[in-house]
C-alpha cells in the first residue's frame, strides 16, 4: 500500500538543472522525515539529502552541498529535490525514501523504512 514515486528525471547538459519530485501514498506523509539518495553506474548508493518531518531543518551531502534543495510539501505528500548546476558525475539513479523519525534527519539507509523506485538523471558535458 505504501508507494513513494519520483518522477522528473531526464537527461539534461552540464550547469543545468533538474527538480526532481516524489509523492507518498498509503502513509501519514508528515510522519516522516524524507531522503533523496543516488546510485551512479558501478557504485554503490549514497546519501544525497533528507529533509525533517516539518521540512525545517535539512542535511546534504558534501558533493552536492550549494547546488540541491530538499524541500516538502506535506499537505501535497511531495518532497522536491531542485538540482542545479549539475554535473556529470551526478549522474544516477535518484531514489526517495521515507524515515521514521520523530526530529531532525537522518543519513543512514538502515533508517528508512520505504523507497521509491528511482529516477534517473543523466548529466552530459
Known amino acids: 500500500q505504501v508507494q513513494l514515486v519520483e518522477s522528473g528525471g531526464g537527461l539534461v547538459q552540464a550547469g543545468g538543472s533538474l527538480r526532481l519530485s516524489c509523492v507518498g501514498s498509503?502513509?501519514?506523509?508528515?510522519?516522516?522525515?524524507m531522503g533523496w539518495f543516488r546510485q551512479a553506474p558501478g557504485k554503490g548508493r549514497e546519501f544525497v539529502a533528507a529533509?525533517?518531518?516539518?521540512?525545517?531543518?535539512?542535511r546534504y551531502a558534501d558533493s552536492v552541498k550549494g547546488r540541491f534543495a530538499c524541500s516538502r510539501d506535506n499537505a501535497k505528500n511531495t518532497v522536491y529535490l531542485q538540482m542545479n548546476t549539475l554535473k556529470p558525475e551526478d549522474t544516477a539513479v535518484y531514489y526517495c525514501?521515507?524515515?521514521?523519525?520523530?526530529?531532525?534527519?537522518?543519513?543512514?539507509?538502515?533508517?528508512?523504512?520505504?523507497w521509491g523506485q528511482g529516477t534517473q538523471v543523466t548529466v552530459s558535458s
Open positions: 525514501a521515507a524515515a521514521q523519525i520523530p526530529y531532525g534527519v537522518q543519513q543512514n539507509e538502515p533508517e528508512y523504512a520505504f
Open positions: 529533509v525533517s518531518r516539518g521540512g525545517g531543518i535539512t
Open positions: 498509503g502513509l501519514t506523509f508528515s510522519d516522516f522525515a
